[in-house]
């Protein structure tokens, strides 16, 4: 069977034409049986397009099997230690398009900012191909790498290396590495990344951010919500802007996605993709990426003002907040210490890591039977532990995992604390509510499940919320803070779902342009 179907063979070949200079895939290869499947996708997408040449050298790459994206003469090198398939074959597709001459789509802030880097940076990012986070990475480095050919970018699936992921104890991903030093770990956006990497480009950014002009309405927010009032917004001819540190949100966790009305199957990183694609068709909207609301504040006059990090801030006439909602933590000794070390909070992402190795997953509800199915395929071990008396996942969820010989139940159990010998997690010990006996489960991984918390801390105390710290909203999404409206999971709408956020959001977002036409108080 040919590694690329002709579904995906369909989706490159409209591509092509957007291949404007060459590009030269130079590959190196080992006997792994990952090397011929690579060896024949390259050979795929040569076919596809006279200006795509393949040619083998194995002393390219220190790494085998490797193929590197080039175009001559413009010092591009992007390399692939990596079947790029599943969520990277998106990445792949980009960086073909991006080295062979079609534009990259970043803000104007962030281009300037990559092109400002005078020095060599060699980034490494470690994925796996289940993450879903890792395209976000993946795909912002390869767009600064071709931005500025002075940062190179290699990526590794740590399945096919797992020796060197073993050596360097890499327990999540994405995890990047800069001129071989630890760099960060998680999702990153372009503008996050370059930040990071230079203080004073990022400082630049942010001093662009405070001389854009007010817009009429400001979304904080990138999810189904935040997109969906950004869009009947400009649908209405209203400047918009909407900001965040995602594209997608809490979308881009989600394996599966078969709820959606109309669209009987998607994953949550297409869905992200299909959101912003959607977003983009609108010049009234100003998307803005890699940022992070820290404080929100209204002016005598009507202004309403959103602080972006310490140095940045925007104004917008109404604001629509669409920040959704983040794993909640356990609040025990050793979670903090001992995070992407051995605990994690998404099983698809950092599960291939695991492979072989006892893991515990924290919470027996949906996510967590989920987590702990999806896990009893690579680890060794899995045991659930659920702080209720009995797990609250639906029957079939329940029953599956009582058919798994792999999996463990531990009910009506408390985790006191995680340990770990400082570089990663070794156990955990738990305590039987009823008879208050402790247990220390010697282990590798921990996958904390219990849920999500509204992404709301950050607000005022003029931004009215409930005990659970969700915005209280009324049917038209209206906060207490006159000119601010809310949608989605940050908000005390039952029922957190994709489609009652994206309907939120357009209720939000009408409303926010009702305020504005029929004039502020």
Known sequence: ??????????????????????????????????????????????????????????????RRPSFSLTSPGTGISITFSALPLGHEFTSFALALLQVG???????????EAVKAVQSDQEFITYISLTCQNC??????????????????????????????????????????????????????????????????????????????????????????????????????GIRTGIIGDRFGGQVNDTLAIENLISVPHTEGPKLAGDLRAHASEYDDIDIIDGVTATGLSRADDGTITVQVGPDAALRAGAVV???????????????????????????????????????????GGNSGAEAALDL?????????????????????????????PSIEVVTNAAVQEVLGNGDRVTAIRYQDRASGEETTAELDGVFVQIGLVPSTGWLPDEVDRDGRGQIIIDARGTTSMPGVFAAGDCTNTPYKQIVIASGAGATAGLSAWDWLVRGRS
């Not at 009893?376 to 639906?394: H, L, N, Q, W, Y």
């Open 376 to 404: 009893a395929g690579v680890a060794r071990s899995v045991t659930v532990i659920e702080f209720m008396p009995e797990c609250k996942a639906d029957e079939v969820l329940l029953r599956r995992m009582g058919e798994t």
């Open 135 to 236: 395209p976000t990475v993946v795909q912002a480095i390869n767009a600064m790498a071709v931005i500025n050919p002075r940062i190179r970018h290699t990526i590794v699936d740590g399945s096919l290396f797992r020796d060197e992921v073993e050596a360097r104890n890499i327990l999540a991903t994405p995890t990047m590495y800069l001129n071989g030093e630890l760099f960060g770990q998680g999702r990153m956006e372009a503008a996050q990344i370059i930040a990071a990497l230079d203080p004073e480009a990022g400082a630049a950014a942010s001093a662009g951010l405070n001389d854009r002009a007010p817009y009429q309405v400001l979304v904080v927010g990138q999810g189904p919500a935040g997109v969906s009032a950004a869009i009947y917004l400009a649908r209405k």
């Open 321 to 363: 907040l669409a920040t959704g909602a983040g794993w909640r933590q356990m609040g025990v000794p050793g979670e903090q210490e001992y995070r992407n070390k051995g605990v994690t909070y998404c099983p698809h992402c950092d599960g291939p890591l695991f492979k072989g190795k006892d893991v515990a997953v924290i919470g």
């Open 101 to 111: 001459g079609n534009p990259v789509k970043l803000d104007e802030a962030t281009i």
């Open 1 to 62: 069977m040919a590694v690329l179907d002709e579904k995906l063979i369909a989706q490159l070949r409209p591509l092509m034409d957007r291949i404007t200079r060459p590009v030269e895939c130079v590959v190196s290869l080992d006997d792994r049986e990952q090397s011929h499947r690579i060896d024949e996708m390259l050979g795929q997408v040569a076919a596809l397009s006279e200006r795509i040449s393949v040619r083998r050298d194995d002393t390219a790459h220190d």
